[in-house]
């Protein structure tokens, strides 16, 4: 069946892109799941096998997110019919986020329910003939066989395609091919072209081959629209070699266990989003934390802006700034800059005269200390992934409260280690006395 509207796409190039140069039978098939809620949880999205939750998570912190714009007191409250609303909504912020241009068409790739129907019956016949099990090198249903049963259509508002999805939604998803359809959505959406350049590597696939976990290019792409591989705030220099971290803040944000063992740093974009919504990364995994307060993301303190205009001085990123940059600093932060006192002031933030002023001393001097998180907040944590004696999964309540002047209890506890990397104080009371995993 040849794809309606998708003649002019080089699905070969898509292929590399997405999966390497070769995937899997297994990692493929793992990437074959519906979009499914749990009964327990109407809200909550199932993951039935790993890999997937590198688009999974973010459709649901978008879910999640739709559900704090709307107030939504209860969300066991929900129906089926009041949640698939909500699911079609954050598929359109997803795409949305991705155009490269406000009127950037937003393109959907699906394979109806019709021709879902027709290659089931054609696995199960061909099963049946061969009464043998398939070949391990061979999937009944491949990568390029799929894109053979894709059809692309586009969009040129997210009016237009929120009605659509409204009015055929139940067309269009429903298979085992729903996450694949959407992973590709977002690729024809943003562009492959535009991937590349923002990923800044050749050779990375959007999905590992062999393991088949999502890259963080993919998880920033659903996130932020933007495939970069960084987590880190705007532009670093690495040794003449530009690096593209998030340039501005998300709508949700992401933490991420790997920051504990310091492989990474996450910025303050993703560990401050527009919404209390996280997603939260391990090893292999992604999970999601959100809140019902939204004082866990108010605005930028002055601290944080001063933060932030000393990193654009600091551009090595090394702690410090030349002594001789403290007029241009106190200046662009609206601080009393007339010279004699900046002299006073680089004789108190440099007395050893080594001729740097260094961050801690300067924000401590200017932009003391100032917390606007609550003493204690309620979070909620969510994994998709369901266990072995159960096909449901449910939001994990946890009651917290921010320790003066100590750091809480983090041993052997990868999600406290994790929540701590944004508040270093927290201690967390979990609803039924165990901790989440984020594996």
Known sequence: MAASGAEDIDWQSIKTLVFGDGVKEAVFERWLQPFVFSTKEPTALLQSAGGPCAVLAPIQAFILKRCLQSKIPNLSSLTPESVTPLLQGAMCDILSQCRE???????????????????????????????????????????????????????????????????????????KYDILSFLYSVVLTKGPNNIIGERQD??????????????????NLLMTGSATQNVFDGIRDLCGLQLNGISSQSSVGFLSYLECLRYLEVGKFLKSPIWPVWLLGSETHLTVLFSKDMELVGPPSQRDLAKEKFSAID??????????????????????????????????LDPDSLGIVLLPQFLEEFFPE?????????????????????????????????????????ENNAIIQTLQTKWRNIAVDWQGGGKPSIN
């Open 315 to 348: 551009k090595e990123s090394s702690g410090f700034i030349a002594a001789d940059k403290l007029k241009d600093l106190m200046v662009g932060l609206d601080l009393f800059a007339e010279d004699p006192y900046v002299e006073i002031m680089k004789t108190k």
């Open 202 to 219: 050749m050779e990375e696939s959007l999905i590992d081959p062999v393991h088949g976990h999502g890259s963080q290019s993919l998880i």
């Open 370 to 410: 100032e917390s606007r998180v609550p003493d204690s907040f309620t979070l909620y944590h969510y994994n998709g992934l369901s266990k072995p004696d159960s096909t449901q999964v449910s939001y994990i309540k946890g009651d917290c409260v921010m320790l003066e002047g100590m750091v809480g209890m983090a």
């Open 101 to 175: 241009e406000e009127d950037s068409p937003m393109v959907l790739a699906r394979v109806s329910r019709d021709v879902a129907e027709v290659l089931e019956d054609s696995q199960d016949k061909e099963e049946s003939s061969s009464k043998r099990m398939r070949h391990s090198s061979h999937a009944l249903v491949d990568v390029d066989t799929l894109h053979t049963c894709l059809t692309v259509e586009s969009f040129g508002s997210v009016k237009n395609l929120g009605n659509y999805l409204e009015d055929n939604f139940s067309e269009i998803f429903g298979t």
